[in-house]
């Protein structure tokens, strides 16, 4: 158990990156879980940087920036196999001659996808490659000195973070683009992973300093931030988005199979969304 909060959220930013190489350590298996974990620990990482990032110094954010990348690398694989799994959804919903339409697309996409993945381990065998980037950059995490991580410089984290969804919120409602909303949720998401984070902590307030710091912070917002309102906010969101993000793909891809039927079908339902 840690005696100070940074030293707590330290460790946990830590783990993610331990967890990010150890999903991708099983992508011969199970590739694209492989790739949906990773990313998703490097998200937890990065929302605890964002918390502290502003307090502990320059160092952090860029390393932060780099981790960044790691995601970044590995978002053209996911974004085909979520291209994937969202007409799999629409041919399973289609009746008739949409339900054929959507079989024709799913299986170019899903053909596109494997591709994709076929390239990318042919550059990168077993993405050996980017594990050891992440462990690089686990070590350099590591390092660093959380010291000044205290409670109140969690707290304006997370009061700069309800900042940056207010600002998201109001410019998606301004000009509701996907780009916006797609903006505005990651924001909410990020919130939401720092207050799972918080609020698991201070589930050990009895026996830890550090836990208990952290339910301090976590009382002191619980009325403005709360887990659940932020969940289902993300989650009403990206429903909308992986409509967005499907049309995105049909009218990018002008060679695709059924493309017009496709497009006409997802312009109906996004109207209803």
């Not at 974004?79 to 697309?105: C, M, N, P």
């Not at 076929?118 to 070590?139: E, H, K, M, S, Y």
């Not at 429903?239 to 006409?264: C, I, Q, T, W, Y």
């Amino acid at each position: 158990m840690h005696d100070t909060l940074g030293g707590a959220l330290h460790e946990f930013a830590v783990d993610q990156l331990d967890a990010a190489r150890a999903s991708l350590a099983q992508a011969a298996e199970h590739p694209h879980r492989a790739v949906h974990e990773t990313r998703k620990a490097i998200r937890r990482c990065r929302a605890t940087i964002a918390l502290v990032g502003e307090a502990v110094g320059d160092e952090l954010l860029a390393l932060d920036q780099s981790i960044r990348a790691i995601g970044k690398r590995l978002s053209r694989l996911r974004d085909a196999h979520v291209a994937v799994e969202l007409s799999g959804a629409q041919e399973r919903k289609a009746r008739g001659a949409k339900a054929v339409a959507w079989a024709t697309i799913h299986a170019a996409l899903k053909a596109r996808r494997d591709a994709i993945l076929a390239r990318t381990l042919a550059d990168d065998p077993g993405f050996a490659r980017v594990r050891r980037r992440i462990a690089r950059l686990r070590r350099a995490l590591a390092k660093l000195p959380w010291s000044a991580a205290d409670p109140s410089a969690v707290a304006a984290g997370l009061a700069n973070a309800s900042s940056r969804i207010r600002r998201a919120t109001d410019d998606a409602e301004r000009e509701p683009t996907r780009e916006r909303k797609h903006r505005r949720r990651r924001r909410l998401r990020r919130m939401r992973m720092q207050m799972e984070c918080l609020v698991d902590l201070s589930r050990h307030a009895a026996s830890s300093p550090a836990a208990r710091q952290a339910d301090e912070v976590v009382a002191g917002v619980a009325k403005d931030y709360r887990v659940a309102p932020l969940t289902k906010l993300a989650d009403e969101l990206g429903e909308e988005l992986d409509l967005l993000m499907l049309r995105s793909v049909l009218r990018r891809d002008r060679e695709l199979p059924a493309r017009k039927a496709g497009l006409a079908a997802l312009r109906r339902a996004i109207a209803r969304a």
